[in-house]
């Protein structure tokens, strides 16, 4: 394939662009040729029409096998649902479906901390499972914990049965539990990433803490019946060490997932030996921080531990003056999320107190004092376009409008960077280059228009590995 007439874009570490008018050449899944090109006989041409040509965008912080389950399940929260009256509607719509009902984000602003018999009163008469949108808590209603207690008893472990005695209903961190369990509708995993597709995504970084040797071998199935057709760096739990290296073409083993809970966070020196096995494993570590306690707790067990390559911290959700000069001091990366200001920017104006609000997810301080930046949408717990989140980084708008750490904001190639590093160095913008694979994002416009929205609906041709994945004209390939 030859892609003629095509504004390539170059962004340096320092996020400085440099663009230039070239014809790249693609054999065999690799760039071969960038420059003056000419058409050769038979071959394929792409005519860009003096648009910008993009190495193809890598979402670094996802949880893929939700997001397809979550086209089958029904909004619980915002910004779809905002009330109790608008929940108890939604539900109640799926009141005529068979078998399990899927719901998802749920936040207590809408109702407040429901449980089974708020379900029983309001759901419809089905099994009912709901999931928060921090992705950790599954509220089911009574039909649903009836159906999992008279399954099949090979099924249910003594650790099942302990996990189902409950009152509430109100289930944490049982996703392989139910899923197990439950016996999921097959997941919607072609349309989840033709979606990714669309918006010009070609890698992804699975970010999932219970990912799991049976996880990797799905990704592997997926991959290979062209399901999944985006590249996956899988991260998750210590078993993924017993897979090394390449598993397949397009899927490679990555950090080990540590979670940290403020409410719950583990024996120190518990972290501190988890942390030097998964290193002696030769894995780095990705640690979940969410609150400024969690990160300053992580940030003492990697120095405790020792910090090797490709350790970095997930979310940074808080980043404090203080806990701000402990990062720089451990030189260790960030993958952030810019879209939940957008997202859930108002409810955090109206619940976290005023003197913290500077400090969410910060972007512009971070890369001002040198903290390796890169950024992940966190779907389906954040909205899956990539440009959504570019457009919260540069704006730092609520959704109401309302500003929030307008000081973080950034430049569209600053925000452009934060999608576009190796899945397994997010923070090194790539290029397009003789030798690099032939992962690219073509747009409808050349950088200068297209920086002004930072849209998907600027995706004009999605190319992995040399194959068009993804064609505006056709909506499909």
Request: hydrophobic share 35%.
């Amino acid at each position: 394939m030859l892609i003629s007439n095509a504004e390539c874009l170059e962004l340096k570490p320092d996020h400085s662009l440099s663009l230039s008018y070239q014809d790249v050449r693609i054999e065999q899944n690799i760039i071969v040729a960038v420059g003056a090109l000419e058409p050769r006989y038979g071959e394929s041409v792409l005519d860009a029409t003096g648009a910008a040509l993009l190495p193809g965008l890598h979402d670094h912080h996802v949880h893929f096998a939700s997001y397809a389950a979550a086209l089958r399940s029904v909004a619980c929260g915002p910004p779809t649902v905002h009330s109790e009256k608008d929940l108890i509607e939604q539900l109640n719509l799926a009141a005529g479906g068979h078998g399990w009902l899927r719901g998802i984000n749920y936040h207590e602003s809408v109702a407040g901390d429901i449980d089974r018999y708020w379900l029983d009163r309001y759901g419809p008469k089905r099994p009912i499972r709901i999931q928060h949108r921090s992705g950790r808590l599954w509220i089911l209603n009574s039909n649903a914990l009836e159906v999992i207690r008279n399954s099949p008893p090979d099924k249910l472990s003594r650790e099942h049965h302990a996990r189902l005695d409950t009152e509430d209903g109100r289930l944490y961190d049982v996703d392989n539990f139910l899923w197990e369990l439950t016996g999921d509708s097959p997941l919607s995993v072609a349309a989840a990433s033709q979606n990714l597709a669309s918006f010009g995504v070609t890698g992804i970084n699975d970010m999932t803490p219970s990912n799991n040797v049976s996880t990797c071998n799905w990704f592997v199935e997926m991959q290979a019946k062209a399901a999944l057709r985006q590249k996956v760096r899988l991260s998750g739990s210590r078993e993924l060490s017993e897979v090394t290296g390449s598993v397949g073409g397009k899927l490679k083993i990555g950090e080990c997932k540590l979670h940290l809970h403020e409410s719950d966070l583990p024996d120190f020196y518990d972290l501190c030996r988890v942390i030097r096995d998964s290193h002696d494993e030769n894995r780095a570590v990705a640690v979940h921080c969410v609150t400024e306690a969690a990160l300053v707790f992580a940030l003492a067990a990697l120095q405790d531990s020792g910090i090797r390559s490709g350790d970095r911290i997930e979310h940074a959700s808080v980043v404090s003056p203080a806990t701000l000069e402990l990062l720089c001091e451990t030189g260790l990366g960030v993958v952030t999320q810019p879209n939940f200001v957008l997202e859930r920017g108002d409810t955090y104006l109206n619940e976290i107190p005023e003197h913290e609000h500077a400090w969410l997810y910060r972007c512009r301080t971070l890369l001002q004092n040198s903290v390796p930046l890169a950024f992940g949408t966190d779907l389906p717990f954040g909205h899956p376009d990539p440009w959504i989140a570019m457009q919260a980084a540069t704006r730092r708008q609520t959704s109401s409008g309302r500003s929030l750490g307008e000081d973080e904001t950034l430049t569209p190639e600053s925000a452009l960077a934060g999608f576009l590093g190796e899945l397994d160095n997010p923070a090194e913008p790539r290029s397009i280059t003789v030798g690099e694979p032939a992962d690219l994002c073509l747009l409808k416009s050349p950088w200068h228009i297209a920086r002004l929205e930072l849209s998907s609906s600027d995706v004009r041709a999605t190319i992995l590995d040399g194959e068009k994945i993804y064609d505006s004209q056709l909506f499909s390939c």
